[in-house]
């Protein structure tokens, strides 16, 4: 794999992440956390605990190192939201750039994105 690659998925896969939590809190809350809690229980935590799960379900080191940072995602997510401006364009915007990244980054390796043979490989 071509250590560029590797750089562009570390920064733009989280982003692309990120940026979808970002539209998932405009789904209404199931519950009411406390006003504490730096997010809601909405969407974009559904989200975060099914990939939380999965990668815990994976592999479960890798998964419980992976947790805190995507909480870190979510409380990001959260916080664009509520006080970025404009919020949804800023992350199509971001998303956008990402998807863009991570083609150039194949395009760079010369191989084909693994979503494009199964989603859950990506």
Not at 39 to 64: D, M, R, S
Not at 70 to 77: F, G, H, I, N, Q
Not at 95 to 119: C, N, T
Request: aromatic content about 12%; proline content about 8%; some cysteine.
């Amino acid at each position: 794999h071509a250590p560029i690659n590797q750089v562009i998925h570390c920064i733009f896969v989280p982003t692309i992440v990120m940026t979808a939590m970002v539209w998932l809190n405009e789904t209404p809350a199931i519950v009411s956390l406390p006003e504490s809690v730096p997010f809601k229980a909405n969407g974009a935590l559904a989200a975060a605990l099914f990939y939380g799960i999965y990668y815990l379900w994976l592999e479960p080191v890798a998964g419980l190192l992976y947790v805190p940072f995507l909480t870190m995602l979510l409380v990001t997510a959260h916080h664009i939201f509520l006080y970025v401006p404009n919020p949804h364009a800023v992350a199509g915007a971001l998303h956008a750039v990402s998807w863009v990244m991570q083609f150039i980054g194949h395009g760079i390796e010369g191989r084909k994105p693994a979503l494009f043979d199964s989603i859950s490989q990506a």
